[in-house]
């Protein structure tokens, strides 16, 4: 019998609902965007609002994509965490209330491990070291022992933060996104005009924030003397940030013998990234492993395929447990799924 899981992704400013058959098949993934002025960050008051606007309108799509009736779900997954608490828990509402009107078991997903299995789903990658970067979360991850541990990670703010605050900085425009911005105007640069930037690697672990510190007091005069254009910092950025990460995933390679990278979470769509990591990869024999914006950045079918393999081993989440917290590690799940 072929079991199908619903999944609700609301964590940050992306809202998803997805429906994927436990074959792997993804019958279906809308996803809207809460954009805010360029300058501007995304609140989570006013993210919450715009999820609490949208997600029945979403979640009537996704059923009419997949050409399916609620009575032909079988399990509702919702994100419980990591992100920001007020569209966790208005995501979260809208899951509970589903699954009694549709007397669905319901499960709580970390929004970490959904990015994981997504990867592993589509790519095909069997036991890769994971890069996992996006707007709240930069860590290095391998499996072992019925657990995603980390190997390193930030110390301080995310690489997607990076790069949203930076573009805030040069008041770039946030549709689609920043970080999309950023790589855009980053190949428009003809690389000769390379700011040096701080570069701080400890280990398997990074921070930038003594980097965007450099940027934020320095980015407008450079721009304004005509010294630099704002296509030869974002370049100067994503040269740095990008070596660094690439960096630190081949110390965790090295540490696990790993012959396999996937990447995973918003940045990983940077083609700039990929590059890197793949060439990384192809000097140590290994394999890249990537997807496409459909899957890495936040999205509701990546909460429903790691929801469903948790559905298959047994696991359910009681009504009185599904809350939400803004603090859910990579490492607290039990991955009963895997050997």
Aim: aromatic content about 6%; hydrophobic content about 40%; some cysteine.
């Amino acid at each position: 019998m072929v079991l199908i899981a619903m999944g609700f992704e609301g964590s940050a400013n992306k809202l998803g609902v997805g429906i994927v058959r436990d074959d792997g098949q993804v019958l279906a993934n809308p996803r809207v965007t809460f954009v805010t002025p360029p300058g501007e960050g995304f609140q989570p008051s006013e993210t919450a609002r715009h999820h609490q606007q949208h997600v029945l309108d979403v979640l009537a799509d996704a059923l009419a994509e997949a050409k399916l009736s609620p009575k032909e779900i079988d399990v509702v997954c919702y994100t419980k965490g990591p992100g920001m608490g007020a569209p966790l828990v208005s995501v979260a509402l809208v899951a509970r209330t589903v699954a009694q009107l549709w007397r669905k078991p319901i499960l709580g997903v970390n929004h970490c491990i959904g990015h994981i299995e997504m990867g592993r789903l589509i790519t095909g990658a069997v036991n890769p070291t994971v890069l996992y970067v996006s707007g709240g979360n930069t860590q290095v991850i391998a499996y072992s022992q019925r657990r995603y541990r980390i190997f390193g990670e930030t110390l301080d703010i995310a690489v997607g933060n990076c790069l949203d605050r930076f573009a805030r900085c040069i008041r770039l425009s946030n549709d689609p996104s920043p970080g999309y911005n950023i790589e855009q105007l980053a190949k428009q640069a003809s690389g000769d005009k390379f700011v040096k930037l701080p570069y701080t690697v400890k280990g398997m672990d990074v921070s930038f924030s003594g980097l965007l510190s450099f940027l934020e007091e320095r980015a407008p005069s450079l721009i304004d003397s005509g010294e630099f254009s704002q296509a030869d910092l974002c370049y100067s950025l994503q040269e740095t940030i990008f070596a660094m990460l690439t960096e630190m995933t081949e110390r965790a390679m090295a540490h696990c013998g790993s012959q396999e990278v996937l990447l995973v979470g918003g940045v990983a769509c940077n083609l700039r990234l990929q590059q890197m990591v793949g060439q990384m990869a192809d000097e140590r024999g290994a394999k890249l492993y990537a997807t496409d914006h459909r899957f890495c950045i936040d999205n509701g079918a990546m909460i429903a395929q790691a929801g469903i393999e948790m559905f298959r081993c047994g696991l359910t989440t009681p009504m009185s447990d599904t809350g939400c917290t803004q603090r859910y590690r990579t490492d607290e799940v039990e991955i009963l799924w895997r050997d």
